[in-house]
């Protein structure tokens, strides 16, 4: 066959359009991609039958045309972003999308998320709205505040309420609590942001109240009190209590604003965890606003929210940055959904899987361990070794530092094997599998993995060893 008769028998774009699978392909993703891929592929034949006019080329295009356009349109059309296995028992990992959502939450959320909704609207005056109202009165119930309202981060929250109390005057701060969270967010930055004086008082590792009362101006705007949530100051260390510092503000008229990082609702010390400030404490203590994360240890989705005093929460509320800053739909609804289910303390830990994850029982994480590694000895070759290890982990996302959490893992290992690369292929594919590598074996801590992901893990490991 000559050149010209075998350019001939390419097959056209909607003759092989029309064939069953690619007809299929287009109802699931749309006509264009799939012509896009087509067009390529056509081209990529050409040039091949211009080189070599082979009749074999062209008849192995056409028998497998339809297989690799779907696979390389599916591919395409993979999302970036998937559901990994967290296997390293770090329960709020910031990479890995911190606090997974409860699943009565997300139910919600998609009949919710639907249609339309009344996000900013008053149904029984038939009016405008807030955002806020939805889950306003709940945040005062469970905190004790007079007032609430929510922003896109905690880092957000922090600016807004030095901003807005603040309102370019001077803010008092320890030395002590001039801290660095997590990428790049330092509150002596985030005051020089808001327009305000920075004034900073006492030392690195002690600050008294004096330190305060002496750096009080007329220009003076607010206290402003940090939790330091990521680190610990050991040894010969003092700091003002937030008692004092509102005692101070009370006979100043001085606001006392607090950043709290993850704020708790819950006392964990009663889960035999180390006892973080609770937002309630913050409140009954006399503090004007305080600002936490939704997504640390509350549990919820991406959030900064601020509950206080009604003057200074309505100031943060009509401030320009709050309309920068403002949450959407998706997360007013979780915020309302996951707060609500602090109603009950029992249910939120039961529920709510960053708490339930912290407070699961250690022989519990051991049934686990011992149940997933039966089903990767039943699976491997016999020269894989699977043992279970003690293990210990933070919590993370710079959440209750220095505290560890026991847990159990179990261990992965071969003669010879490379595990740091093993690792490596394990994030690979459809379900990446994020793993901690130990002594030349794999890791896989039970306190962050879920019951039923263990069959597609095993299946997952069993196909890369
Ligand atoms: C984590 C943290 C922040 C930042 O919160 P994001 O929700 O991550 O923006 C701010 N301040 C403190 C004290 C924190 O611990």
Redesign the pocket.
């Known amino acids: 066959m000559n050149k010209n008769e075998l350019f001939r028998k390419i097959p056209k774009v909607d003759v092989l359009m029309s064939e069953p699978r690619l007809q299929s392909a287009i109802e699931r993703f749309g006509k264009e991609p799939v012509i896009t891929v087509l067009r390529d592929a056509l081209e990529e034949l050409r040039k091949k039958l211009n080189e070599n006019p082979s009749e074999e080329i062209l008849e192995n295009f056409v028998q497998t045309i339809q297989e690799r356009v779907l696979h390389k349109v599916e591919d395409h059309k993979e999302a970036n972003l998937k559901h990994v296995v967290n296997a390293t028992g770090v329960i709020l990992h ?1 990479n890995l999308g911190r606090a997974p959502l409860p699943p009565i939450a997300l139910e919600k959320l998609m009949e919710q998320m639907k249609g339309y909704m009344n996000l900013e609207y008053n149904l029984s005056e038939g009016k405008r709205g807030e955002r806020y109202s939805h889950f306003e009165e709940l945040l005062c119930r469970l905190t004790g505040a007079e007032a609430a309202m929510a922003v896109n ?4 929250a ?1 600016l807004l309420m030095v901003s807005a109390v603040g309102d370019g005057k001077e803010v008092i701060v320890s030395r002590g609590e001039q ?1 660095e ?1 997590g ?1 790049k ?1 330092r509150i002596p930055d985030i005051i020089d942001q808001s327009g305000c004086q920075r004034v900073e008082v006492g030392t690195t590792n002690k600050t008294r109240l004096e330190d305060y009362e002496d750096a009080i101006t007329e220009e003076t705007g607010a206290f402003l009190k ?5 680190y610990k100051l050991v040894g010969f260390t003092q700091s003002v209590e937030r008692d004092e510092l509102c005692a101070l503000a009370k006979k100043t008229g001085i606001p006392v604003i607090e ?4 704020g708790v609702l819950i006392d964990l010390s009663r889960y035999g965890l180390r006892k973080e400030p609770t937002v309630q404490e913050s409140i009954a203590a006399g503090v004007d606003v305080v600002c936490f ?4 240890l509350l549990g919820g989705p ?3 929210i601020l509950v206080g005093k009604r003057e200074w929460i309505a100031k943060c509320k009509k401030h320009p940055l709050t309309r920068a800053m403002r949450i959407d739909k998706c997360t007013a609804a979780m915020l309302e959904t996951v707060l609500s289910m602090y109603e009950d303390e029992h249910y939120a830990v039961e529920h709510i899987p960053v708490l339930s994850r912290m407070t699961m029982p250690v022989e519990e994480l051991k049934e686990k361990a011992d149940s997933l590694a039966g089903k990767l000895v039943a699976a491997l070759p016999k020269e894989v070794n699977v043992s279970i290890v003690k293990t210990e982990t933070p919590i993370g ?3 209750l530092p220095g505290e560890l959490l026991k847990s159990y893992a179990v261990m992965l290992g071969k003669e010879g094997m490379n595990a740091e690369a093993f690792a490596a292929s394990l994030r690979e594919g459809e379900l990446p599998i994020i793993a901690r590598v130990s002594e030349d074996c794999i890791l896989l801590d039970l306190r962050t993995m879920y019951e039923e992901e263990f069959d597609a893990v095993v299946a997952t490991i069993k196909a890369k060893m």
Request: glycine share 20%; aromatic share 4%; charged share 10%.
């Open positions: 910031t981060n905690n880092a957000a922090a801290i969270i990428g967010f940090v939790h330091t949530s990521n950043d709290l990082g993850s994360s939704g997504d640390k991406q959030a900064g996302g710079g959440s």
